[in-house]
T-cell receptor
Framework: DVKVTQSSRYLVKRTGEKVFLECVQD?????MFWYRQDPGLGLRLIYF???????EKGDIPEGYSVSREKKERFSLILESASTNQTSMYLC?????????????FGPGTRLTVL | QQQVKQSPQSLIVQKGGISIINCAYE??????FPWYQQFPGKGPALLIA?????SEKKEGRFTISFNKSAKQFSLHIMDSQPGDSATYFC?????????FGAGTTVTVRA
């Protein structure tokens, strides 16, 4: 079974803090994604990566950055957390090639910024 | 702006009933339309998916109906069970990225 793990289930940070969210997948997938999930808005793509050290902006990249130094690990960084970044953050991974390329999701990190 | 519009936001159905969730899109370049199911405290998981050259796909009690000309697709859950209570997201793929609908919370009453 594909497993995508996220470093924390719940996180509480202060405004202005630097926040790191970590994601690890164990299926040698090429692609990794970070989404945020908000009620009434569904899942919105923040950043994705299709290879080590490669990254592409998604629909809402402002206020976020990412790092992918190893194939299995994809980090989301909030340089200076703000209250409007309080959300559920979901990491996903998928394989390249083929048509369907199912995305497998982690359990999410609920981040609260006070 | 949301590229995939999903309705309703929530629905309640009796056990054994049919749940219907609708989605609409504008981008004709979308080439793949998956549905994800999410239980509380879990990440979304792929439930069923369809290609735009197919009008219907059925897997067990779950059916996707796809209307390419209307740019609409829907999920039907037949014989709904309490275990189907979850949030359902439609999605559409373009440029290898998924755009998700806002989600529908389905509650099945026993």
């Amino acid at each position: 079974d594909v497993k995508v793990t996220q470093s924390s289930r719940y996180l509480v940070k202060r405004t202005g803090e630097k926040v790191f969210l970590e994601c690890v997948q164990d299926m040698d997938h090429e692609n990794m994604f970070w989404y945020r999930q908000d009620p009434g808005l569904g899942l919105r793509l923040i950043y994705f990566s299709y290879d080590v050290k490669m990254k592409e902006k998604g629909d809402i990249p402002e206020g976020y950055s990412v790092s992918r130094e190893k194939k299995e690990r994809f980090s989301l960084i909030l340089e200076s957390a703000s209250t409007n970044q309080t959300s559920m953050y979901l990491c996903a991974s998928s394989r390249t090639g083929g048509f369907y390329n199912e995305q497998f999701f982690g359990p999410g990190t609920r981040l609260t910024v006070l | 702006q949301q590229q995939v519009k999903q309705s309703p936001q929530s629905l309640i159905v009796q056990k054994g009933g049919i749940s219907i969730i609708n989605c609409a899109y504008e981008n004709t370049a979308f080439d793949y339309f998956p549905w994800y199911q999410q239980f509380p405290g879990k990440g979304p998981a792929l439930l069923i998916a369809i290609r735009p050259d197919v009008s219907e796909k059925k897997e067990g009690r779950f059916t996707i109906s796809f209307n390419k000309s209307a740019k609409q697709f829907s999920l039907h859950i037949m014989d709904s069970q309490p275990g189907d209570s979850a949030t359902y997201f439609c999605a559409a793929r373009g440029d290898y990225k998924l755009s998700f609908g806002a989600g529908t919370t389905v509650t099945v009453r026993a």
